[in-house]
């Protein structure tokens, strides 16, 4: 390899080393906030699972009743002491009753703190989770709040008296210190797999980078191999790929080669597809894409749909040619008549289904529309036999022409083998004018027919 195309894998090595930092810093990023939104929501749940047990508790009959001249009553104890046994049990800050005032203001009206309680009436920060739980949804704040204590997160959980009438709220704080706290660790952690995930990385892609050259060279080989076989073997066909520009680096290289080859086996494959469904003499469609055909067709007939006509062909005389001027002169003859049929008919709708037999399928096409194709075919015969190739063996085709009868005919076979009798009966009377020596058996062939 050259130098340009040795800086290559300089190349390779350096945009990986870049994706490697990109892929890393996107897993990482998408870590940490996946760790941040599970964070939340575990401490969100347990949180809001203390708020539920708490308002639980909560007699809502008594609440309601109590003011701030209650504070100190019999009433007033029995609900602080439901919330002091969460105080003193659970991992939180302050949990506390709330008041509604009105939409959009809460107050204090039990607070069970040691240090610096909330007194009755005092104002509540108001939040979109605590205005959630006055409607009668659970809900924790989505983020932090700043109020005369400190920063926090809250859970709060609606209470309710003994006709399922919401009359106050009970509010769960955590420190918002301690939910960040908890995020720096695991970003800490985050970084350190991403920091030993990428040097990790880096290594292996340091020591697979060695073997990249050779891999490279021995491909480049084995491709310009395979190219230049490819081009030997089409180097006479029209279809064999241009030249293949230059390249500054061996990957350039084998794509160029790989296209070149592509378009080389895909003509191939094209012209491989249309022979295994055309006549190769012909090039009519033979017996594999007649019967593809017959199969559309029926599935038509089956659900109502066919509407179509065939006309069977069969050239008259060529045994005879055959044995009196040879298999080439009989050939000319197919290939002749292969000719005026698809000029007639169309090349896509005209299939040879036999040594000398043709047959056309015109769909949509009414039996008047195909008699008057079939003359024109008549006259194509007549110019071709005027013509001086065909002047010592001039071409006759016999026909048969009929259309499908819809619930009648339940399947193709059934219109084929009516156009075939038809065929037939036009070859009888071809030989019976000549006087050919098949007369006797022709005439015994119509009789028995007419009879049947």
């Known amino acids: 390899m050259n130098k340009t195309k040795n800086k290559l894998i300089k190349r390779i090595f350096i945009v990986n080393i870049l994706l490697l930092v990109l892929a890393n810093v996107v897993l990482g990023g998408v870590m940490l906030y996946r760790t941040r ?15 539920n047990c708490a308002a639980a508790s909560v007699n809502g009959d008594i609440l309601k009743t109590l003011t701030a001249e209650d504070k100190g009553t019999e009433n007033y104890k029995l609900i602080e002491n439901s919330l002091i046994v969460f105080r003193d049990h659970i991992t ?32 509540v920060v108001y939040t979109e989770a605590l205005a959630k739980a006055a409607k009668g949804t659970p809900s924790v704040d989505a983020t932090p709040y700043q109020d005369a204590w400190g920063r926090f997160y809250s859970a709060y959980s609606p209470i309710y008296d003994s006709d399922k009438n919401i009359v106050g709220i009970v509010g769960v704080d ?34 697979s980078t060695r073997q990249i050259r050779h891999g490279f060279s021995q491909l480049y080989n084995e491709m310009s191999a395979l190219s230049d076989d490819i081009n030997a073997l089409t180097k006479n066909s029209p279809d064999n790929a241009a030249k293949e520009p230059e390249a500054n680096d061996e990957i350039t290289d084998i794509i160029f080669k790989t296209r070149s080859m592509h378009n080389v086996i895909r ?10 469904r055309h006549d190769s003499m012909t090039g009519t469609g033979n017996r594999t894409l007649f019967s593809e055909t017959v199969k559309e ?8 749909t066919a509407d179509f006509t065939i006309s069977v062909f069969d050239i008259n005389g060529l045994k005879a040619t055959n044995d009196e001027y040879g298999h080439d002169e009989g050939d000319s003859l197919i290939t002749d008549a292969a000719e005026v049929l698809k000029e007639t008919f169309g090349k896509d709708v005209v299939y040879r289904i036999g040594g000398d037999e043709f047959i056309a399928i015109l769909e949509e096409t009414p039996l008047e529309e195909a008699d008057n194709i079939t003359e024109k075919l008549e006259t194509r015969i007549d110019m071709l036999n005027k013509s001086e190739k065909r002047q010592q063996i001039p071409l006759t085709i016999s026909k048969g022409t009929v259309a499908y009868r819809k619930g009648v005919d339940k399947n193709f076979n059934a219109v084929f083998k009516r156009a075939d009798t038809v065929m037939y009966h036009d070859k009888a009377a071809f030989y019976l004018r000549r006087g050919d020596r098949r007369k006797k058996r022709l005439e015994q062939y119509l009789k028995e027919d007419e009879n049947s």
Not at 93 to 116: A, H, M, R, V, W
Not at 177 to 192: D, G, L, P, R
Not at 297 to 304: F, Q
Request: hydrophobic share 45%; aromatic share 12%.
């Open 267 to 276: 003509s191939y494959l094209v012209r491989a597809k249309s022979e295994a």
């Open 174 to 207: 955590f420190a918002a210190e301690f939910y960040e706290k908890e995020m720096t660790a695991n970003t800490s952690i985050i970084f350190a797999v991403f920091a030993v995930s990428l040097t990790a990385s880096i290594i292996v892609l340091f020591a």
């Open 92 to 123: 939180l800050e302050y949990i506390y009753c709330i008041g509604q005032k009105n939409d959009n203001e809460f107050i204090f009206t039990i607070d069970p703190s040691l240090d610096d309680p909330g007194k009755f009436g005092d104002p």
């Open 297 to 304: 067709i029926d599935e038509k007939i089956a659900n109502g």
């Open 37 to 51: 939104i599970n964070s939340k929501a575990m401490i969100d749940a347990r949180v809001l699972d203390v708020a």
